[in-house]
Antibody
Framework: EVQLLESGGGLVQPGGSLRLSCAAS????????MSWVRQAPGKGLEWVSA????????YYADSVKGRSAISRDNSKNTLYLQMNSLRAEDTAMYYC????????????WGQGTMVTVSS | DIQMTQSPSSVSASVGDRVTITCRAS??????LAWYQQKPGKAPKLLIH???SLQSGVPSRFSGSGYGTDFTLTISSLQPEDFATYYC?????????FGGGTKVEIK
């Protein structure tokens, strides 16, 4: 069974940092691009960042560019999102997402990890 | 950036009704569009990819159509488990963008 399990969320003060992790299983992780998508409480979905299967290509939303870094360790089947200089508006559920078929559409979502930025 | 505009933002319908949700892209996106269903407290679920391809395991009452800038998700006969929020997403270019969502509520 294909599974994505996020971790690393929590309460952090404004200006702080967090590293989110996503452990993948049930598929050949290195063959698929991956993304992070977030959802603020009561709001819609917002794409955050994406990474190609080999890790060579990265993409970021303007809202996190310069403050975040996406990476992957294909030997550990794990995706990461390092988030720095966190702001209140970064408060959201963060979902790890698997690419469908090299088309940047998502076919599998994790259950999410909640990030709350507050003093 | 490509803006995705969904309509309506909410719809009230009864079990058995035909429901149609539209998504318009601010510029052409070919067939690089997906539809997702999200229930409260749950992660989204892929229904349709590449505009009209039904994801494996998704009931055939769901269908998608469209190309370029105008797309439609149709639920042919609404079932109790279909009450949820639906989102479209374009993958033609970065940044990837989602529509604002359509909440399907019980009439």
């Amino acid at each position: 069974e294909v599974q994505l399990l996020e971790s690393g969320g929590g309460l952090v003060q404004p200006g702080g940092s967090l590293r989110l992790s996503c452990a993948a299983s049930g598929f050949t992780f290195s063959s698929y691009a991956m993304s992070w998508v977030r959802q603020a409480p009561g709001k819609g979905l917002e794409w955050v960042s994406a990474l190609s299967g080999n890790g060579d290509s990265t993409y970021y939303a303007d809202s996190v560019k310069g403050r975040s870094a996406i990476s992957r360790d294909n030997s550990k089947n794990t995706l990461y999102l390092q988030m720095n200089s966190l702001r209140a508006e970064d408060t959201a559920m963060y979902y790890c997402a698997k690419d469908n078929k090299d088309n940047w559409l998502v076919d599998i979502w994790g259950q999410g990890t909640m990030v709350t930025v507050s003093s | 950036d490509i803006q995705m505009t969904q309509s309506p933002s909410s719809v009230s319908a009864s079990v058995g009704d035909r429901v149609t949700i539209t998504c318009r892209a601010s510029q052409g996106i070919s067939s690089w569009l997906a539809w997702y269903q999200q229930k409260p407290g749950k992660a989204p679920k892929l229904l349709i990819h590449t505009a009209s391809s039904l994801q494996s395991g998704v009931p055939s009452r769901f269908s998608g159509s469209g190309y370029g800038t105008d797309f439609t998700l149709t639920i042919s006969s609404l079932q109790p488990e279909d009450f949820a929020t639906y989102y479209c997403q374009q993958a033609n270019s970065f940044p990837l963008t989602f529509g604002g969502g359509t909440k399907v509520e019980i009439k």
